[in-house]
Every structure is written in structure tokens, then in C-alpha cells.
């Protein structure tokens, strides 16, 4: 008879939820950051040349959006509740950006793709499947948080 004990092994929960959510999260995390590029080459350039500025300031808009979709991950990793409006913002603001070069620029696939990116990026943060896995990671900083007060 054989009587291995086991050591208690790390919780690894967000590794855990991260295998089991893969494809909901790597979907909408590529979907940004494809969106932010096409609107880097096609919407921001083009604000950036009627308005007469240097281009670099449509380089900083774009990682200043990339950089709110990363902090937005991070909190929803952390299961902040600021997490997720911080991701649909970044969504968002890249649908309105590929809108509007849109409303002023003939249609070609080229330039509807960051539309239909973001979109579907939007999509993908509104499925069930993705609500489940940030409510997951909530009740775990709540149970953390609740343990941590008791001792």
C-alpha cells in the first residue's frame, strides 16, 4: 500500500482561468491591438495632418490607448471592477476613431477593417463566456481580500 502525501501546490488560479478562457481573452486582446494599428496608419495619421501636427503625436494616441487596454488587463486580472469598462473604452474609442475616418474618406475594405475589429472586439468582451471569467477573478479578490481581514 502506497500512502503519497502531496504537498499543497500553488493556487495558480489565474493560469488556471486563463487556459480555460484562452480564446475569449487572446480574441479580444488581438482584436485591440490590431484596431489600434489600423487606426494608427489610417485615422490618427489623417488627425494629425489636417490639424497640422507632427505625426508623433498620432504615435503617442496609439500607445496611449494601447497602454490603457494593457492597464485594463491587468486590472481585470487583479479582478478590479474597473477593468472591463477600461477595455470597452479602448474598444470603443477605436470604433468611433475608424467611424469617423470613415464618414470623411471613400469605403475600402482597408480602412473598415479597424471597424469591424473593434466591433467584434466589443462583441467578444460582451459574451457571456468573458463575464463569466471576470466575475470569476472578482470572487476570487473577494474571497483573498476576506481572508486576509479575518487574520
Not at 494599428?37 to 489636417?50: C, F, K, P, Q
Not at 486590472?75 to 475608424?98: D, F, H, K, Q
Request: with cysteine.
Amino acid at each position: 500500500m502506497i500512502t503519497k502525501v502531496k504537498p499543497l501546490q500553488p493556487s495558480g488560479t489565474v493560469r488556471i482561468y486563463t487556459k480555460r478562457f484562452a480564446f475569449t481573452v487572446g480574441t479580444a486582446v488581438s482584436m485591440s491591438l490590431v484596431s489600434s494599428a489600423g487606426n494608427l496608419s489610417h485615422s490618427l495619421s489623417y488627425y494629425t495632418r489636417i490639424h497640422y501636427l507632427p505625426s508623433a503625436y498620432a504615435v503617442a494616441a496609439s500607445a496611449i490607448l494601447v497602454m490603457t487596454m494593457c492597464i485594463g488587463l491587468a486590472l481585470v486580472m487583479r479582478g478590479v471592477r474597473s477593468g472591463p469598462p477600461a477595455l470597452v473604452s479602448v474598444a470603443i474609442l477605436n470604433a468611433l476613431l475608424a467611424a469617423e475616418y470613415l464618414g470623411n474618406h471613400p469605403v475600402t475594405l482597408f480602412a473598415l477593417f479597424p471597424l469591424f475589429q473593434s466591433l467584434f472586439c466589443l462583441l467578444i468582451l460582451n459574451t457571456r463566456n468573458h463575464r463569466r471569467y471576470v466575475s470569476m477573478l472578482r470572487v476570487k479578490r473577494r474571497r483573498k481580500i476576506r481572508a486576509h481581514a479575518k487574520t
